[in-house]
Protein backbone atom coordinates (compact mmCIF):
# COMPACT_ATOMS: atom_id res chain seq x y z
CA UNK A 1 0.00 0.00 0.00
CA UNK A 2 1.58 3.65 -1.29
CA UNK A 3 2.12 5.80 1.81
CA UNK A 4 -0.56 8.76 1.83
CA UNK A 5 0.15 12.08 0.57
CA UNK A 6 -0.79 13.87 4.19
CA UNK A 7 -1.89 11.96 7.07
CA UNK A 8 -3.10 14.34 9.77
CA UNK A 9 -3.51 12.85 13.26
CA UNK A 10 -5.54 14.61 15.99
CA UNK A 11 -5.26 17.86 14.88
CA UNK A 12 -6.14 20.45 17.11
CA UNK A 13 -6.15 24.77 16.87
CA UNK A 14 -7.76 26.81 18.90
CA UNK A 15 -8.08 30.82 18.92
CA UNK A 16 -7.92 32.36 22.23
CA UNK A 17 -11.17 30.50 24.06
CA UNK A 18 -12.69 29.48 20.53
CA UNK A 19 -12.18 25.80 19.05
CA UNK A 20 -11.76 25.79 15.58
CA UNK A 21 -10.14 22.56 15.21
CA UNK A 22 -10.75 19.50 17.25
CA UNK A 23 -8.90 15.84 17.30
CA UNK A 24 -9.46 16.10 13.65
CA UNK A 25 -7.90 12.78 11.39
CA UNK A 26 -7.55 13.33 8.02
CA UNK A 27 -5.89 10.87 5.14
CA UNK A 28 -5.30 12.48 1.67
CA UNK A 29 -4.00 9.83 -1.21
CA UNK A 30 -1.59 10.87 -3.77
CA UNK A 31 -3.04 10.79 -7.31
CA UNK A 32 -6.88 11.77 -5.53
CA UNK A 33 -8.85 14.59 -5.36
CA UNK A 34 -10.00 15.19 -1.70
CA UNK A 35 -12.84 17.46 -1.06
CA UNK A 36 -13.12 19.05 2.63
CA UNK A 37 -16.86 20.07 3.14
CA UNK A 38 -18.75 21.72 5.98
CA UNK A 39 -20.71 24.62 6.57
CA UNK A 40 -18.88 27.95 7.76
CA UNK A 41 -17.06 28.20 10.63
CA UNK A 42 -16.83 24.25 10.31
CA UNK A 43 -12.68 24.47 10.07
CA UNK A 44 -11.61 23.88 6.69
CA UNK A 45 -9.82 27.28 5.88
CA UNK A 46 -8.03 26.24 9.46
CA UNK A 47 -7.25 23.18 8.06
CA UNK A 48 -5.49 24.07 5.18
CA UNK A 49 -4.47 27.17 6.86
CA UNK A 50 -2.23 24.41 9.40
CA UNK A 51 -1.26 22.88 6.16
CA UNK A 52 0.35 25.09 4.21
CA UNK A 53 1.83 27.09 7.41
CA UNK A 54 -0.31 30.15 8.14
CA UNK A 55 -0.88 28.77 11.47
CA UNK A 56 0.65 26.25 13.93
CA UNK A 57 -1.61 23.50 15.39
CA UNK A 58 -2.09 23.32 19.31
CA UNK A 59 -1.88 19.04 18.81
CA UNK A 60 -1.39 16.24 16.88
CA UNK A 61 0.60 15.54 14.28
CA UNK A 62 0.97 16.04 10.74
CA UNK A 63 2.92 13.84 8.20
CA UNK A 64 3.56 14.67 4.19
CA UNK A 65 4.57 11.44 2.31
CA UNK A 66 5.11 10.05 5.72
CA UNK A 67 7.33 12.32 6.81
CA UNK A 68 6.79 14.45 9.77
CA UNK A 69 5.79 17.90 8.68
CA UNK A 70 5.75 20.99 10.82
CA UNK A 71 5.76 23.91 8.71
CA UNK A 72 6.52 27.33 10.29
CA UNK A 73 5.88 29.51 7.04
CA UNK A 74 3.82 29.26 3.83
CA UNK A 75 7.65 29.51 2.76
CA UNK A 76 8.45 25.82 4.58
CA UNK A 77 5.32 24.32 3.28
CA UNK A 78 6.00 25.32 -0.65
CA UNK A 79 9.31 24.37 0.15
CA UNK A 80 8.18 21.01 0.86
CA UNK A 81 6.02 20.47 -1.80
CA UNK A 82 2.46 22.17 -0.66
CA UNK A 83 0.93 24.79 -2.91
CA UNK A 84 -2.09 26.49 -2.27
CA UNK A 85 -4.81 27.90 -3.74
CA UNK A 86 -6.96 30.70 -1.33
CA UNK A 87 -10.30 32.16 -1.49
CA UNK A 88 -8.93 35.79 -1.57
CA UNK A 89 -6.42 36.21 -4.24
CA UNK A 90 -2.93 37.53 -3.82
CA UNK A 91 -1.87 38.56 -7.34
CA UNK A 92 -0.63 42.06 -7.62
CA UNK A 93 -3.22 43.92 -10.02
CA UNK A 94 -0.89 46.07 -10.95
CA UNK A 95 1.60 43.80 -12.28
CA UNK A 96 1.35 41.92 -15.47
CA UNK A 97 0.47 37.78 -15.37
CA UNK A 98 4.20 37.44 -16.25
CA UNK A 99 5.77 39.51 -13.50
CA UNK A 100 3.37 37.67 -10.96
CA UNK A 101 4.69 35.07 -11.78
CA UNK A 102 8.36 35.39 -11.82
CA UNK A 103 7.74 37.60 -8.03
CA UNK A 104 6.81 34.36 -6.82
CA UNK A 105 9.00 31.71 -8.48
CA UNK A 106 12.05 33.64 -7.24
CA UNK A 107 13.34 30.41 -5.41
CA UNK A 108 13.26 28.49 -8.39
CA UNK A 109 15.45 31.69 -10.11
CA UNK A 110 12.98 31.28 -13.35
CA UNK A 111 13.84 33.50 -16.31
CA UNK A 112 11.13 34.54 -18.59
CA UNK A 113 12.06 32.12 -21.17
CA UNK A 114 11.97 29.58 -19.00
CA UNK A 115 8.52 30.31 -17.02
CA UNK A 116 7.59 30.34 -20.83
CA UNK A 117 8.66 26.96 -21.67
CA UNK A 118 6.95 25.80 -18.59
CA UNK A 119 3.50 27.70 -19.41
CA UNK A 120 3.42 25.76 -22.34
CA UNK A 121 3.72 22.48 -20.51
CA UNK A 122 0.98 23.24 -18.25
CA UNK A 123 -1.27 24.67 -21.20
CA UNK A 124 -0.76 21.13 -22.60
CA UNK A 125 -1.72 18.89 -20.06
CA UNK A 126 -3.88 20.66 -18.04
CA UNK A 127 -5.46 23.11 -20.39
CA UNK A 128 -4.59 26.22 -18.69
CA UNK A 129 -3.37 28.81 -20.98
CA UNK A 130 -2.59 32.55 -19.69
CA UNK A 131 -1.46 35.27 -21.22
CA UNK A 132 1.98 36.55 -19.65
CA UNK A 133 1.35 40.29 -21.09
CA UNK A 134 -1.81 41.02 -19.75
CA UNK A 135 -2.43 43.07 -16.54
CA UNK A 136 -4.05 41.59 -13.52
CA UNK A 137 -6.33 44.47 -13.36
CA UNK A 138 -8.05 43.67 -16.81
CA UNK A 139 -8.86 40.23 -15.46
CA UNK A 140 -12.34 38.57 -14.94
CA UNK A 141 -12.71 36.51 -12.09
CA UNK A 142 -12.27 33.36 -13.76
CA UNK A 143 -8.72 34.44 -14.98
CA UNK A 144 -7.42 35.80 -12.45
CA UNK A 145 -8.00 31.81 -10.25
CA UNK A 146 -6.26 30.34 -13.78
CA UNK A 147 -3.72 32.65 -12.62
CA UNK A 148 -2.93 31.70 -9.03
CA UNK A 149 -3.60 27.99 -9.87
CA UNK A 150 -0.54 28.14 -12.74
CA UNK A 151 1.84 29.75 -9.88
CA UNK A 152 0.60 26.55 -7.75
CA UNK A 153 1.47 24.09 -10.18
CA UNK A 154 4.88 25.86 -11.66
CA UNK A 155 6.43 24.62 -7.74
CA UNK A 156 5.58 20.99 -9.19
CA UNK A 157 3.80 20.14 -5.83
CA UNK A 158 3.23 16.69 -4.14
CA UNK A 159 0.29 18.43 -2.98
CA UNK A 160 -2.10 21.26 -3.65
CA UNK A 161 -4.89 22.97 -1.56
CA UNK A 162 -8.07 24.99 -3.46
CA UNK A 163 -10.13 26.90 -0.48
CA UNK A 164 -13.67 27.22 -1.63
CA UNK A 165 -12.21 28.16 -5.29
CA UNK A 166 -15.88 27.98 -7.06
CA UNK A 167 -17.16 30.68 -5.18
CA UNK A 168 -16.63 33.52 -7.52
CA UNK A 169 -17.00 31.30 -10.75
CA UNK A 170 -19.89 30.95 -13.03
CA UNK A 171 -20.83 27.12 -14.20
CA UNK A 172 -18.31 27.34 -17.22
CA UNK A 173 -15.53 27.76 -15.34
CA UNK A 174 -16.83 25.33 -12.54
CA UNK A 175 -16.72 23.08 -15.55
CA UNK A 176 -12.89 23.66 -16.23
CA UNK A 177 -11.63 23.64 -13.01
CA UNK A 178 -13.21 20.43 -12.35
CA UNK A 179 -11.44 19.06 -15.56
CA UNK A 180 -7.81 20.47 -14.41
CA UNK A 181 -8.62 18.62 -10.77
CA UNK A 182 -9.27 15.60 -11.96
CA UNK A 183 -5.96 16.08 -14.92
CA UNK A 184 -3.51 17.58 -11.72
CA UNK A 185 -4.77 14.21 -9.65
CA UNK A 186 -4.26 11.62 -12.93
CA UNK A 187 -0.59 12.85 -13.13
CA UNK A 188 -0.24 11.65 -9.27
CA UNK A 189 -0.83 15.20 -7.13
CA UNK A 190 -3.06 15.28 -4.07
CA UNK A 191 -5.63 17.55 -4.70
CA UNK A 192 -7.19 18.91 -1.66
CA UNK A 193 -11.04 20.95 -2.72
CA UNK A 194 -12.11 22.74 0.34
CA UNK A 195 -15.94 23.33 -0.73
CA UNK A 196 -19.54 23.25 0.63
CA UNK A 197 -21.41 22.43 -2.78
CA UNK A 198 -22.29 18.69 -2.51
CA UNK A 199 -22.87 18.82 -6.55
CA UNK A 200 -19.32 19.09 -6.99
CA UNK A 201 -18.29 16.67 -4.79
CA UNK A 202 -20.48 13.99 -6.20
CA UNK A 203 -18.59 14.80 -10.05
CA UNK A 204 -14.92 15.44 -8.91
CA UNK A 205 -13.94 13.63 -5.28
CA UNK A 206 -12.86 10.10 -5.06
CA UNK A 207 -12.75 10.98 -0.95
CA UNK A 208 -14.24 13.19 1.56
CA UNK A 209 -13.71 14.48 4.67
CA UNK A 210 -17.10 16.36 6.56
CA UNK A 211 -16.33 19.12 9.22
CA UNK A 212 -18.76 20.19 11.51
CA UNK A 213 -17.96 22.85 14.50
CA UNK A 214 -14.20 21.84 14.11
CA UNK A 215 -14.57 18.19 14.29
CA UNK A 216 -15.06 15.30 11.75
CA UNK A 217 -18.35 14.55 11.47
CA UNK A 218 -18.54 12.20 8.25
CA UNK A 219 -16.89 11.14 4.92
CA UNK A 220 -14.72 8.51 3.29
CA UNK A 221 -13.79 6.82 0.07
CA UNK A 222 -16.90 7.71 -2.09
CA UNK A 223 -17.29 4.26 -3.34
CA UNK A 224 -18.46 3.67 0.09
CA UNK A 225 -20.63 6.72 0.87
CA UNK A 226 -22.95 8.70 -0.26
CA UNK A 227 -23.73 12.51 -0.94
CA UNK A 228 -27.45 12.23 1.24
CA UNK A 229 -24.74 10.86 4.12
CA UNK A 230 -22.22 13.97 3.37
CA UNK A 231 -25.28 16.02 3.61
CA UNK A 232 -26.82 14.69 7.00
CA UNK A 233 -23.51 14.72 8.38
CA UNK A 234 -22.41 18.65 7.13
CA UNK A 235 -26.42 20.06 8.40
CA UNK A 236 -27.97 17.69 10.40
CA UNK A 237 -30.98 17.01 7.96
CA UNK A 238 -31.84 15.22 4.99
CA UNK A 239 -32.35 16.51 0.86
CA UNK A 240 -36.12 16.70 1.79
CA UNK A 241 -36.13 18.62 4.88
CA UNK A 242 -33.96 21.57 2.70
CA UNK A 243 -35.48 24.49 1.14
CA UNK A 244 -36.20 23.47 -2.54
CA UNK A 245 -34.45 26.22 -3.88
CA UNK A 246 -30.93 25.16 -1.79
CA UNK A 247 -31.86 21.46 -3.06
CA UNK A 248 -31.79 22.57 -6.68
CA UNK A 249 -28.33 24.77 -6.37
CA UNK A 250 -26.91 21.87 -4.58
CA UNK A 251 -28.56 19.39 -7.27
CA UNK A 252 -29.95 17.32 -5.02
CA UNK A 253 -33.55 17.27 -6.33
CA UNK A 254 -35.28 19.14 -9.56
CA UNK A 255 -39.01 18.09 -9.25
CA UNK A 256 -39.62 19.65 -5.59
CA UNK A 257 -37.60 23.15 -7.24
CA UNK A 258 -39.92 23.02 -10.27
CA UNK A 259 -43.11 22.20 -8.57
CA UNK A 260 -42.15 25.19 -5.81
CA UNK A 261 -41.34 28.00 -8.46
CA UNK A 262 -44.91 26.79 -10.72
CA UNK A 263 -46.98 27.03 -7.32
CA UNK A 264 -45.17 30.75 -6.45
CA UNK A 265 -45.93 32.14 -10.06
CA UNK A 266 -49.35 30.79 -9.47
CA UNK A 267 -50.00 32.89 -6.97
CA UNK A 268 -47.94 36.11 -7.92
CA UNK A 269 -49.40 39.17 -7.53
CA UNK A 270 -51.55 40.32 -10.07
CA UNK A 271 -49.94 42.66 -12.57
CA UNK A 272 -48.91 46.28 -11.62
CA UNK A 273 -47.41 48.58 -12.33
CA UNK A 274 -43.47 48.24 -11.91
CA UNK A 275 -41.75 49.82 -8.72
CA UNK A 276 -38.39 49.57 -10.72
CA UNK A 277 -37.88 50.24 -14.58
CA UNK A 278 -34.79 50.29 -16.76
CA UNK A 279 -35.27 51.22 -20.19
CA UNK A 280 -32.90 51.45 -23.07
CA UNK A 281 -29.82 51.59 -20.71
CA UNK A 282 -26.70 51.86 -22.36
CA UNK A 283 -23.34 51.89 -20.69
CA UNK A 284 -19.36 51.16 -21.63
CA UNK A 285 -16.22 49.74 -19.76
CA UNK A 286 -13.14 51.60 -19.40
CA UNK A 287 -11.88 50.38 -22.46
CA UNK A 288 -14.84 51.51 -24.38
CA UNK A 289 -16.26 48.39 -25.06
CA UNK A 290 -20.35 48.36 -25.11
CA UNK A 291 -21.05 47.25 -21.02
CA UNK A 292 -24.82 47.52 -21.41
CA UNK A 293 -26.85 48.08 -24.78
CA UNK A 294 -30.56 49.13 -24.62
CA UNK A 295 -30.96 46.64 -21.82
CA UNK A 296 -35.22 46.54 -20.60
CA UNK A 297 -36.50 44.73 -17.49
CA UNK A 298 -39.31 45.81 -15.05
CA UNK A 299 -40.05 44.17 -11.70
CA UNK A 300 -43.32 44.52 -9.79
CA UNK A 301 -44.39 44.81 -6.33
CA UNK A 302 -44.07 41.48 -4.60
CA UNK A 303 -42.82 39.10 -7.59
CA UNK A 304 -38.77 38.12 -7.66
CA UNK A 305 -36.93 38.64 -11.29
CA UNK A 306 -33.96 37.32 -11.76
CA UNK A 307 -30.80 37.91 -14.52
CA UNK A 308 -29.14 34.52 -15.71
CA UNK A 309 -25.27 34.74 -17.43
CA UNK A 310 -22.12 34.08 -17.70
CA UNK A 311 -20.16 36.70 -16.00
CA UNK A 312 -18.89 39.44 -18.27
CA UNK A 313 -21.95 40.18 -19.70
CA UNK A 314 -23.32 43.60 -18.29
CA UNK A 315 -24.59 42.39 -15.29
CA UNK A 316 -21.80 43.74 -13.19
CA UNK A 317 -22.14 47.37 -14.83
CA UNK A 318 -25.84 47.12 -14.63
CA UNK A 319 -26.01 46.11 -10.73
CA UNK A 320 -23.65 49.45 -10.38
CA UNK A 321 -25.58 51.54 -12.54
CA UNK A 322 -28.62 50.75 -10.21
CA UNK A 323 -26.83 51.27 -7.14
CA UNK A 324 -26.05 54.95 -8.17
CA UNK A 325 -21.75 53.73 -8.16
CA UNK A 326 -21.97 54.06 -11.87
CA UNK A 327 -23.06 56.21 -14.63
CA UNK A 328 -25.44 55.29 -17.86
CA UNK A 329 -24.45 56.82 -21.35
CA UNK A 330 -27.92 56.42 -22.09
CA UNK A 331 -31.37 55.27 -21.32
CA UNK A 332 -33.34 55.58 -18.11
CA UNK A 333 -34.19 53.84 -14.69
CA UNK A 334 -37.10 54.77 -12.57
CA UNK A 335 -38.51 53.49 -9.27
CA UNK A 336 -41.90 53.70 -8.65
CA UNK A 337 -42.15 56.56 -11.51
CA UNK A 338 -39.51 58.83 -10.01
CA UNK A 339 -36.72 59.35 -12.50
CA UNK A 340 -33.33 58.26 -11.09
CA UNK A 341 -31.14 57.24 -13.64
CA UNK A 342 -28.62 60.27 -12.34
CA UNK A 343 -29.63 60.27 -8.69
CA UNK A 344 -26.94 60.22 -5.77
CA UNK A 345 -26.59 56.50 -3.98
CA UNK A 346 -28.25 58.15 -0.76
CA UNK A 347 -31.31 59.36 -2.82
CA UNK A 348 -31.82 56.06 -3.96
CA UNK A 349 -31.75 54.30 -0.44
CA UNK A 350 -34.25 57.32 0.61
CA UNK A 351 -36.47 56.59 -2.01
CA UNK A 352 -36.34 52.80 -1.12
CA UNK A 353 -34.17 51.34 -3.23
CA UNK A 354 -31.92 48.74 -1.68
CA UNK A 355 -28.66 47.00 -2.84
CA UNK A 356 -26.86 44.01 -2.40
CA UNK A 357 -23.58 44.18 -3.75
CA UNK A 358 -21.73 41.54 -5.95
CA UNK A 359 -18.73 42.08 -3.76
CA UNK A 360 -19.36 42.81 0.06
CA UNK A 361 -15.69 43.36 0.91
CA UNK A 362 -15.29 45.83 -1.22
CA UNK A 363 -18.96 47.42 -1.87
CA UNK A 364 -20.79 46.29 0.68
CA UNK A 365 -19.14 46.63 4.50
CA UNK A 366 -16.33 48.19 6.32
CA UNK A 367 -14.11 45.46 7.52
CA UNK A 368 -12.67 47.78 10.26
CA UNK A 369 -15.41 48.86 11.98
CA UNK A 370 -17.57 47.23 14.17
CA UNK A 371 -21.17 45.38 13.01
CA UNK A 372 -23.08 48.13 14.45
CA UNK A 373 -21.41 50.61 12.81
CA UNK A 374 -21.99 48.72 9.39
CA UNK A 375 -25.86 48.58 10.07
CA UNK A 376 -26.69 51.96 10.92
CA UNK A 377 -23.89 53.91 9.13
CA UNK A 378 -26.16 55.73 7.40
CA UNK A 379 -28.86 56.14 9.81
CA UNK A 380 -27.24 57.38 12.50
CA UNK A 381 -29.64 60.72 12.96
CA UNK A 382 -32.43 57.94 14.56
CA UNK A 383 -29.94 57.71 17.52
CA UNK A 384 -29.02 61.21 18.56
CA UNK A 385 -30.27 62.95 21.66
CA UNK A 386 -29.76 66.07 22.38
CA UNK A 387 -27.37 65.95 19.71
CA UNK A 388 -25.00 63.15 21.13
CA UNK A 389 -25.11 59.52 19.84
CA UNK A 390 -27.19 57.12 22.18
CA UNK A 391 -24.39 53.77 21.79
CA UNK A 392 -26.81 51.97 23.94
CA UNK A 393 -29.66 52.26 21.82
CA UNK A 394 -27.77 51.77 18.82
CA UNK A 395 -26.11 48.30 20.48
CA UNK A 396 -29.77 47.17 21.23
CA UNK A 397 -31.26 48.07 17.68
CA UNK A 398 -28.14 46.11 16.54
CA UNK A 399 -28.46 43.06 18.82
CA UNK A 400 -32.11 42.73 17.69
CA UNK A 401 -30.79 42.80 13.99
CA UNK A 402 -28.21 40.49 14.98
CA UNK A 403 -30.72 38.09 16.63
CA UNK A 404 -33.64 38.62 13.79
CA UNK A 405 -31.60 37.51 11.28
CA UNK A 406 -29.50 34.85 12.67
CA UNK A 407 -26.40 36.50 13.02
CA UNK A 408 -23.67 34.08 14.74
CA UNK A 409 -21.50 36.93 16.53
CA UNK A 410 -20.44 37.65 20.28
CA UNK A 411 -22.46 41.18 20.10
CA UNK A 412 -22.83 44.08 18.19
CA UNK A 413 -19.39 46.11 18.96
CA UNK A 414 -17.44 43.23 17.32
CA UNK A 415 -15.22 43.96 14.05
CA UNK A 416 -17.19 43.34 10.49
CA UNK A 417 -14.47 41.58 9.42
CA UNK A 418 -13.46 39.00 11.86
CA UNK A 419 -17.13 37.33 10.23
CA UNK A 420 -17.51 34.28 8.37
CA UNK A 421 -18.77 35.48 4.85
CA UNK A 422 -22.23 33.94 5.65
CA UNK A 423 -22.74 36.41 8.99
CA UNK A 424 -21.41 39.11 6.54
CA UNK A 425 -23.54 38.62 4.25
CA UNK A 426 -26.43 38.70 6.45
CA UNK A 427 -25.54 41.63 8.23
CA UNK A 428 -25.29 43.56 4.48
CA UNK A 429 -29.08 41.66 4.40
CA UNK A 430 -30.07 43.03 7.51
CA UNK A 431 -29.07 46.39 6.80
CA UNK A 432 -30.97 46.92 3.30
CA UNK A 433 -34.01 44.47 4.51
CA UNK A 434 -34.60 46.66 8.23
CA UNK A 435 -35.39 49.85 6.06
CA UNK A 436 -38.51 50.81 6.88
CA UNK A 437 -39.24 52.69 3.02
CA UNK A 438 -37.94 49.53 1.19
CA UNK A 439 -39.59 49.22 -2.50
CA UNK A 440 -36.62 46.94 -4.55
CA UNK A 441 -34.28 45.37 -3.39
CA UNK A 442 -31.20 44.29 -6.46
CA UNK A 443 -29.15 41.68 -4.79
CA UNK A 444 -26.32 40.72 -7.11
CA UNK A 445 -24.74 36.68 -6.21
CA UNK A 446 -26.70 36.90 -2.72
CA UNK A 447 -25.36 33.13 -2.38
CA UNK A 448 -22.23 33.57 -4.04
CA UNK A 449 -19.55 31.33 -1.17
CA UNK A 450 -21.86 31.12 1.06
CA UNK A 451 -22.52 27.60 2.81
CA UNK A 452 -26.02 25.38 2.75
CA UNK A 453 -27.05 27.17 6.11
CA UNK A 454 -26.41 30.71 4.86
CA UNK A 455 -28.08 30.04 1.76
CA UNK A 456 -30.93 28.84 3.10
CA UNK A 457 -31.21 31.91 5.02
CA UNK A 458 -30.92 34.58 2.49
CA UNK A 459 -33.20 32.88 0.21
CA UNK A 460 -36.01 32.93 3.05
CA UNK A 461 -34.95 36.84 3.49
CA UNK A 462 -35.84 37.22 -0.37
CA UNK A 463 -38.57 35.81 -0.17
CA UNK A 464 -40.14 37.52 2.42
CA UNK A 465 -39.29 40.64 1.56
CA UNK A 466 -41.28 39.67 -2.14
CA UNK A 467 -44.00 37.90 -0.16
CA UNK A 468 -44.23 41.54 1.79
CA UNK A 469 -44.56 43.59 -1.20
CA UNK A 470 -40.90 44.71 -1.93
CA UNK A 471 -40.05 43.93 -5.71
CA UNK A 472 -36.86 41.83 -6.02
CA UNK A 473 -34.35 41.83 -8.70
CA UNK A 474 -31.64 39.00 -8.02
CA UNK A 475 -28.01 38.68 -9.88
CA UNK A 476 -27.29 35.05 -10.40
CA UNK A 477 -24.75 32.95 -11.91
CA UNK A 478 -26.62 30.04 -10.60
CA UNK A 479 -29.49 29.10 -12.74
CA UNK A 480 -31.51 26.23 -10.57
CA UNK A 481 -31.31 28.78 -8.13
CA UNK A 482 -33.13 31.09 -10.17
CA UNK A 483 -35.64 28.99 -12.06
CA UNK A 484 -36.34 28.03 -8.30
CA UNK A 485 -36.18 31.17 -7.11
CA UNK A 486 -37.93 33.59 -9.38
CA UNK A 487 -41.09 34.47 -10.80
CA UNK A 488 -39.06 35.68 -14.70
CA UNK A 489 -35.57 35.17 -15.14
CA UNK A 490 -33.92 37.66 -17.85
CA UNK A 491 -31.00 36.49 -19.70
CA UNK A 492 -27.44 38.73 -19.94
CA UNK A 493 -25.77 38.46 -22.92
CA UNK A 494 -23.27 40.44 -24.73
CA UNK A 495 -25.05 43.79 -22.55
CA UNK A 496 -28.60 42.80 -23.89
CA UNK A 497 -31.09 41.78 -21.82
CA UNK A 498 -32.99 38.94 -23.39
CA UNK A 499 -36.15 36.94 -22.19
CA UNK A 500 -38.23 36.83 -19.79
CA UNK A 501 -38.37 33.09 -19.53
CA UNK A 502 -41.81 32.35 -17.55
CA UNK A 503 -39.83 29.92 -14.48
CA UNK A 504 -43.38 27.78 -14.59
CA UNK A 505 -42.49 26.92 -18.19
CA UNK A 506 -41.43 23.30 -17.89
CA UNK A 507 -38.98 24.05 -20.76
CA UNK A 508 -37.18 27.20 -18.63
CA UNK A 509 -34.23 25.57 -18.08
CA UNK A 510 -33.54 25.01 -21.47
CA UNK A 511 -34.65 28.20 -22.98
CA UNK A 512 -32.18 30.17 -20.01
CA UNK A 513 -29.43 27.50 -21.36
CA UNK A 514 -30.05 28.68 -24.92
CA UNK A 515 -30.26 32.41 -24.33
CA UNK A 516 -26.74 32.11 -22.40
CA UNK A 517 -25.28 30.08 -25.49
CA UNK A 518 -26.67 33.26 -27.57
CA UNK A 519 -28.62 30.73 -29.41
CA UNK A 520 -32.10 32.26 -29.01
CA UNK A 521 -30.49 36.21 -28.92
Known amino acids: MSTPALTLQGLGKSFGDVRALHDVDVTVESGTVHCVLGENGAGKSTLCNLVFGGYRPDAGRMLLGGNEFHPDSPAAAMAAGVAMVHQHFSLVTTMTVAENLLLTQHGLRMRRRDLTDRLDEIAQRYRLRVDLDQRVATMPVGARQKVEIV ?254 FDVRASGPWVRMGSLSGGNQQKVVLARELSATNLRCLVAAQPTRGLDIGAVDFVLTQLRRAATEGCGVLVVSSEVPELLALCDRVFVAYRGALTGPVETADLTAAQQISELMMGVAA
Open 151 to 404: KALLREPSLILLDEPTGVLDPAEIDALIDTCRAVAADGTAVVLVTHKLGEVARVADAATVLRRGTVAGGGRMSKTSIAELLTAMVGRTAADLDPTVAATLGLDTAGPRAAARQRHSTALDATAPVLSVEGLCAERADGSTALAQARLAVRPGEIVGIAGVEGNGQSELVAILAGSASATGGTVTLDGTDITAARPATRTELGLGVVPEDRHRDGMVAGMTIAENLFLGQLGRFRRFGLLDRRAIGRAAQAELDR
